[in-house]
């Protein structure tokens, strides 16, 4: 059996030392909450004054309108006129709690006018009131208490400066005048302004009907974009061109503008050379017309994009024989010049292609003759 610790005299080299006792907030004396310093009581505390205690909501912060006119004043603009403010009378007419407080004497100013309503008129500027009723004040009046005082001072106005019978009435008749006229000139009510033209959003109808037909003759494997690009850059090389010299012998069409106005508009540039050189017929061979195995040149009429097929096809064929270096569009667009000034071969197609047409006019009597 193990011998038995006796714990005493560790317990002895122990120190051991009291709690310090803590002070309580507050002290219950009888039941009752006292506080125990009076550090902590809050009526000792120091206060802030009285004008310091309000609110923000309870301050008197600038309107609207005042920081308005102040930012504008300190950029040099205009702002909104914070002098003419709105009657007191109207205030206390829409606000049916404040009329207890206001001065007797508005508040029999309103009774009489709810008793007595005058009749409702016109509204002319900031002075008059929708019910009818006279202001009894208003902040405007303060701005034109310097003009009134002025102008009190003056009497009464010269009898030279008031208009007589005779000049009332010719002014009555010339306004009268004036605004008949004014009425008969006027249009029928509808439009102010005339309707924009509609700009057609169909693909078939967004561009010239020309660089619609130009551009579907120059593409090749379906590539439109490739031949779109070489349509730009022809318009755009005919902008940069100085302007054509006119060949009396090559007429083009009649009503053409001059020649220094083309580059200006090239879309008219190049329609103006096509239609010029587009042949009005075409010769059809027909074998056996006339009898036996012999071919009548019979001319044909052609309608507008017939004709101006022929002619871009002339001019692309022209342009493709080139034997210079530059760029498809820039060929295309020297033989445009050409047809204008009239140094391209295509005016002498068309002259054979119209020769054939006249010397081939009476083969239609026999074609016409026989169909009958």
Do not use: C
């Amino acid at each position: 059996m193990p011998p038995s610790t006796n714990p005493a005299p560790w317990l002895r080299s122990i120190a051991l030392r009291h709690r310090r006792p803590v002070q309580s907030r507050f002290i219950t004396h009888n039941g009752l909450r006292q506080y125990s310093s009076s550090t902590n009581n809050p009526d000792s505390l120091p206060k802030a004054p009285a004008s310091e205690q309000q609110s923000l909501d309870t301050r008197n912060s600038e309107h609207v309108s005042e920081e308005a006119a102040q930012m504008a004043k300190s950029q040099g603009m205009e702002g909104p006129d914070v002098e003419a403010g709105t009657p007191v009378q109207e205030i206390l007419a829409e606000e049916k709690d404040l009329q207890k407080d206001a001065p007797k004497v508005m508040k029999e100013e309103l009774k009489q006018g709810h008793e007595n309503p005058a009749p409702k008129t016109e509204t002319t500027g900031s002075g008059s009131m929708g019910s009818g009723q006279k202001r009894g004040f208003s902040t405007f009046a303060r701005r034109r208490m310097p003009e009134l005082d002025s102008m009190s001072g003056q009497g009464e106005l010269d009898g030279a400066m008031i208009p007589s019978e005779a000049q009332r009435a010719v002014y009555n008749t010339n306004s009268q005048s004036t605004v008949s006229s004014t009425a008969e000139s006027q249009p029928k009510p509808g439009h102010k302004f005339p309707l924009p033209s509609q700009t057609p959003t169909h693909k078939s109808e967004r561009h010239d009907p020309i660089l619609v037909q130009l551009t579907n003759l120059i593409m090749r494997d379906g590539k439109k974009s490739i031949a779109e690009k070489h349509v730009a850059s022809l318009l755009s090389t005919l902008r940069t061109l100085p302007a054509p010299t006119y060949n009396p012998s090559r007429p083009l069409l009649p009503g053409a503008p001059p020649a220094s106005h083309l580059p200006l508009n090239p879309i008219l540039y190049l329609t103006l050379a096509i239609d010029s050189v587009a042949p009005l017929l075409r010769i059809r061979s027909q074998r056996g017309a006339a009898g036996g195995g012999v071919a009548l040149q019979i001319p044909v009429p052609l309608g507008l994009r017939q004709r101006r097929r022929q002619a871009m096809t002339w001019i692309l064929d022209a342009a493709g024989k080139k034997g210079t270096r530059e760029a498809f569009a820039q060929r295309i667009a020297s033989e445009v010049v050409g047809v204008v000034e009239g140094r391209s071969q295509v005016w002498e197609k068309r002259q054979g292609v119209h020769r054939l047409g006249v010397v081939g006019r009476s083969n239609l009597m026999g074609i016409g003759g026989r169909r009958r």
